[in-house]
Nanobody
Framework: QVQLVESGGGLVQAGDSLRLSCAASGRTFGTYTMGWLRQAPGKEREFVAAISRLGVTTDYADSVKGRFTVSRDNAKLVQLQMNSLKPEDTAVYYC???????????????????WGQGTQVTVSS
């Protein structure tokens, strides 16, 4: 099992950047696919990005391609670099782990087994 704790959220203006971090505990972290998902007020939780357990393969939602970058160092840290932020990126961002390492990488809420508590990102126009 793995415990996940997100950090790095905040209030920024449109066009700014933020870097979210997800710290993991547990010896099996390096064997899990990791993902970032987000939930805006009144909307369902949606996929943002995922990275394979070795960091070789990544996947992104169309809405963030070219602006967001997911990375991991397998020293129990996964990061999401978010550039050119837009007001529609406002949401609670969750770090999640897929213990079954599905391929293609999981892009649904149901594809992830462990979740962090989330960190708020607010982008003002």
């Amino acid at each position: 099992q793995v415990q996940l704790v997100e950090s790095g959220g905040g209030l920024v203006q449109a066009g700014d950047s933020l870097r979210l971090s997800c710290a993991a505990s547990g010896r099996t972290f390096g064997t899990y696919t990791m993902g970032w998902l987000r939930q805006a007020p009144g909307k369902e939780r949606e996929f943002v990005a995922a990275i394979s357990r070795l960091g070789v393969t990544t996947d992104y939602a169309d809405s963030v391609k070219g602006r967001f970058t997911v990375s991991r160092d397998n020293a129990k840290l996964v990061q999401l670099q978010m550039n050119s932020l837009k007001p529609e990126d406002t949401a609670v961002y969750y770090c999640a782990a897929d213990a079954r390492n599905k391929y293609p990488l999981a892009t649904t809420v149901q594809g992830y087994d462990y979740w962090g508590q989330g960190t708020q990102v607010t982008v003002s126009s």
